[in-house]
Protein backbone atom coordinates (compact mmCIF):
# COMPACT_ATOMS: atom_id res chain seq x y z
CA UNK A 1 0.00 0.00 0.00
CA UNK A 2 2.48 2.15 0.90
CA UNK A 3 4.49 1.89 -2.29
CA UNK A 4 1.34 2.84 -4.33
CA UNK A 5 0.78 5.82 -2.81
CA UNK A 6 4.42 6.83 -2.50
CA UNK A 7 6.22 5.30 -6.18
CA UNK A 8 10.41 5.33 -5.43
CA UNK A 9 10.60 7.95 -8.53
CA UNK A 10 8.38 9.96 -5.85
CA UNK A 11 11.04 9.54 -2.84
CA UNK A 12 13.84 10.79 -5.53
CA UNK A 13 11.99 13.61 -6.23
CA UNK A 14 11.76 14.92 -2.53
CA UNK A 15 14.93 14.14 -2.09
CA UNK A 16 16.32 16.24 -5.31
CA UNK A 17 13.75 18.95 -3.60
CA UNK A 18 15.18 18.58 0.07
CA UNK A 19 19.01 18.81 -1.34
CA UNK A 20 18.10 21.99 -4.18
CA UNK A 21 16.16 23.66 -0.72
CA UNK A 22 19.41 23.41 1.10
CA UNK A 23 21.74 24.01 -1.75
CA UNK A 24 19.33 27.66 -2.01
CA UNK A 25 19.82 28.11 2.15
CA UNK A 26 23.27 27.91 1.77
CA UNK A 27 23.38 30.37 -1.20
CA UNK A 28 21.43 32.48 0.50
CA UNK A 29 23.12 32.78 3.59
CA UNK A 30 26.47 33.16 1.49
CA UNK A 31 25.42 35.93 -0.05
CA UNK A 32 24.06 37.57 3.49
CA UNK A 33 27.39 37.48 4.44
CA UNK A 34 29.13 38.42 1.26
CA UNK A 35 27.66 41.41 1.58
CA UNK A 36 28.41 43.04 5.31
CA UNK A 37 32.10 41.23 4.65
CA UNK A 38 32.20 43.98 1.92
CA UNK A 39 33.99 47.08 2.37
CA UNK A 40 33.66 48.38 -0.67
CA UNK A 41 29.68 49.04 0.23
CA UNK A 42 28.36 51.50 2.59
CA UNK A 43 25.97 50.96 5.24
CA UNK A 44 23.41 52.55 3.24
CA UNK A 45 24.22 49.62 0.09
CA UNK A 46 24.31 47.01 2.75
CA UNK A 47 20.83 48.02 3.88
CA UNK A 48 18.94 48.00 0.49
CA UNK A 49 20.49 44.79 -0.29
CA UNK A 50 19.78 43.34 2.46
CA UNK A 51 16.37 44.43 1.98
CA UNK A 52 16.03 43.25 -1.28
CA UNK A 53 17.15 39.76 -0.43
CA UNK A 54 14.53 39.03 2.62
CA UNK A 55 11.42 40.65 0.19
CA UNK A 56 12.44 39.37 -3.05
CA UNK A 57 14.73 36.26 -2.12
CA UNK A 58 15.29 34.89 -5.88
CA UNK A 59 15.47 38.08 -7.73
CA UNK A 60 17.76 39.40 -4.41
CA UNK A 61 20.13 36.87 -4.61
CA UNK A 62 20.57 36.46 -8.31
CA UNK A 63 20.90 39.69 -8.85
CA UNK A 64 23.46 40.26 -6.29
CA UNK A 65 25.65 37.40 -7.76
CA UNK A 66 25.59 38.76 -11.45
CA UNK A 67 26.67 42.27 -9.78
CA UNK A 68 29.14 41.24 -7.50
CA UNK A 69 30.10 38.07 -8.10
CA UNK A 70 33.83 38.37 -8.91
CA UNK A 71 33.84 40.30 -5.75
CA UNK A 72 32.23 37.90 -4.01
CA UNK A 73 35.27 35.09 -5.08
CA UNK A 74 38.03 37.60 -3.97
CA UNK A 75 36.90 38.37 -0.84
CA UNK A 76 36.90 34.85 -0.45
CA UNK A 77 40.31 33.91 -1.08
CA UNK A 78 41.52 36.72 0.56
CA UNK A 79 39.69 35.32 3.66
CA UNK A 80 41.08 31.82 3.18
CA UNK A 81 44.49 33.56 2.47
CA UNK A 82 44.72 35.28 6.32
CA UNK A 83 43.35 32.87 7.99
CA UNK A 84 46.44 30.86 5.93
CA UNK A 85 48.59 32.95 7.05
CA UNK A 86 47.36 33.41 10.73
CA UNK A 87 47.26 29.48 11.29
CA UNK A 88 50.80 29.46 9.76
CA UNK A 89 51.87 32.15 11.77
CA UNK A 90 50.94 30.50 15.06
CA UNK A 91 52.14 27.35 13.86
CA UNK A 92 55.58 29.33 13.32
CA UNK A 93 55.26 30.68 17.31
CA UNK A 94 54.07 27.63 18.51
CA UNK A 95 56.90 25.72 17.06
CA UNK A 96 59.59 28.15 18.64
CA UNK A 97 61.29 29.08 15.41
CA UNK A 98 63.29 31.97 18.02
CA UNK A 99 66.14 29.19 17.45
CA UNK A 100 67.55 27.02 20.47
CA UNK A 101 69.69 28.16 23.63
CA UNK A 102 72.49 27.25 21.83
CA UNK A 103 71.47 29.79 18.88
CA UNK A 104 70.51 32.56 21.71
CA UNK A 105 74.23 32.35 23.47
CA UNK A 106 75.80 32.69 20.23
CA UNK A 107 74.25 35.82 19.71
CA UNK A 108 74.69 37.14 23.03
CA UNK A 109 78.39 36.42 23.08
CA UNK A 110 78.18 38.47 19.82
CA UNK A 111 76.50 40.98 21.02
CA UNK A 112 79.06 41.07 24.02
CA UNK A 113 82.02 40.72 21.36
CA UNK A 114 80.82 44.10 19.39
CA UNK A 115 80.19 45.97 22.72
CA UNK A 116 76.77 46.43 22.07
CA UNK A 117 76.01 45.10 26.04
CA UNK A 118 78.57 44.89 28.32
CA UNK A 119 80.05 41.21 30.55
CA UNK A 120 77.57 42.14 33.50
CA UNK A 121 74.42 42.31 30.75
CA UNK A 122 75.39 39.53 29.02
CA UNK A 123 76.09 37.30 32.36
CA UNK A 124 72.76 38.32 33.08
CA UNK A 125 70.97 37.25 30.23
CA UNK A 126 72.83 34.24 30.12
CA UNK A 127 71.53 32.97 33.17
CA UNK A 128 67.89 33.78 32.49
CA UNK A 129 68.49 31.85 29.16
CA UNK A 130 69.78 29.00 30.78
CA UNK A 131 67.29 28.75 34.07
Not at 5 to 19: E, N
Not at 24 to 49: C, Y
Not at 92 to 115: C, F, V, W
Request: proline residues 2%; charged residues 20%.
Amino acid sequence: MIAYDYPILGLFWTMMIFFLWFAWIIIVFHTIVDIFRSHEMGGLAKALWSVFIVLVPLLGVLSYLVVHGGDMARRQVESQRAQEAAFASYVREAAGSGGSTADELAKLADLRDRGVITEDEFAARKVRLLA
